[in-house]
């Protein structure tokens, strides 16, 4: 129909082109952006998973350690009045 003069249906064939080429751009774009999106916010998510697992971690040894340095302050208070029993007995 191109060749005897009827350009109307050519221009149709092009827009419908130009359409479907905008359509399946759109889609592609999208498609890699919600991709894009979904990556990004599961590597932030093992991130936080990571910081607050090591938080928690160091909150578990912060108290540990507390713990340990409670006991080394009542050791210390029952060996002060160990020796003071003591000196006292041997006066």
């Known amino acids: 129909m191109f060749f005897l003069g009827n350009y109307k249906i050519w221009f149709k064939i092009v827009d419908y082109e130009v359409q479907t080429m905008i359509i399946i751009t759109s889609l ?13 916010n599961a590597v932030l998510q093992e991130v ?3 910081i607050s697992y090591r938080t928690d971690h ?3 040894i ?3 350690y507390a713990k340990i340095d409670e ?3 009542k050791i210390h208070v029952a060996i002060s009045q160990l020796i003071d ?3 006292k007995k041997n006066q």
């Open 58 to 60: 160091l909150q578990t």
């Open 71 to 73: 006991i080394k302050k």
């Open 85 to 87: 029993k003591l000196r």
């Open 48 to 50: 936080y998973r990571t």
């Open 62 to 64: 912060k108290e540990f």
């Open 28 to 40: 592609v774009f999208v498609t890699y952006t919600y991709g894009a999106t979904v990556l990004v």
